[in-house]
């Protein structure tokens, strides 16, 4: 595991419902780590790290348990593709895994009415004491899941989805690979941009080399200037070591809840994250 920091400063959460009246907790632990360790499912496989989270939190809360093929179909994981033009390799690669919005999607299929969930934004920065916010969550019998941009964290190659099973003070607990994430760590990877660094030297071995398809891709590939990025490196009038391009993942944490329950009525009726003023 890496180590954790301490916990950074920050602004009171908007609480729980349910949480309002009483004294917040500051931590709480649905599985211990040995517990989780020993419950907890890996991912089999290139880009199912969503699915695999989705089967952690029906584990998590006791619910039938899907087999992994159905759970990928269900938050319809995209894979990379190779030996494609640049345009395709580039595209496939803004979108390879799955979004948070399709694991909530995924989880209404799989676990049919069984199960509420919500998708909160950590981008742009809120005003939220992360701590207290996951702990409010678990204490209730939630279940969560981050999605969390791992470049800015620890300079790994994708974004990802990892279910939380416990935070505390000494940071937050996930699965997936079974560790603990200091705040400021865990920070980087909530508070990010939808943008994705793909290694330049992957980019410029595709063929064909259709650069300028890039831009009409959309309005983000265009606002990246994607094209300019991929055109000055094939010239070697740039020498980055990336090549930056949208992504179709949001930084933030998905909650869930048993449906019919007070809880899910919480996670139904919660403000959004406020927006740091000046942001």
């Excluded at 809360?61 to 990928?72: E, S």
């Excluded at 490196?233 to 007070?262: D, N, W």
Aim: with cysteine; proline share 5%; net charge negative.
């Amino acid at each position: 595991s890496r180590v954790a920091h301490a916990s950074s400063v920050a602004l009171p959460a908007a609480l729980p419902a349910s949480s309002a009246a009483m004294e917040e907790p500051s931590e709480f632990f649905t599985w211990s780590e040995t517990e989780a360790t020993r419950l907890a499912f890996s991912q089999s496989g290139a880009s199912i790290c969503g699915a695999t989270a989705l089967l952690n939190v029906l584990s998590a809360l006791k619910l039938p348990i899907p087999d992994i093929r159905d759970a990928d179909r269900a938050v319809k994981t995209n894979a990379r593709k190779c030996n494609v033009s640049v345009s395709e390799y580039l595209a496939a690669r803004s979108v390879a895994g799955t979004t948070a919005e399709a694991i909530v999607e995924g989880c209404a299929v799989v676990a049919d009415k069984a199960l509420a969930s919500r998708f909160f934004d950590f981008y742009p920065p809120r005003e939220v004491d992360l701590q207290r916010w996951l702990a409010g969550w678990l204490a209730q019998g939630c279940s969560a899941v981050g999605t969390i941009n791992t470049q800015r964290m620890y300079g790994a190659d994708y974004w990802h989805h990892q279910m939380i099973h416990g935070v505390s003070s000494k940071g937050v607990f996930v699965t997936n690979g079974v560790e603990v994430l200091g705040f400021r760590e865990i920070e980087l990877g909530l508070v990010s941009p939808s943008e994705l660094l793909i290694r330049a030297s992957d980019a410029l071995g595709c063929r064909p080399f259709d650069a300028e398809a890039c831009d009409a891709m959309g309005e983000a590939w265009a606002r990246l200037g994607v094209a300019r990025q991929l055109l000055e490196l094939q010239s070697g009038a740039s020498q980055e070591e990336f090549v930056r391009i949208p992504a179709a993942y949001k930084g933030g944490i998905t909650i869930f809840a048993k449906a019919g329950t007070p809880e899910a009525e919480n996670l139904r009726s919660a403000p959004e994250l406020p927006v740091q003023s000046g942001t």
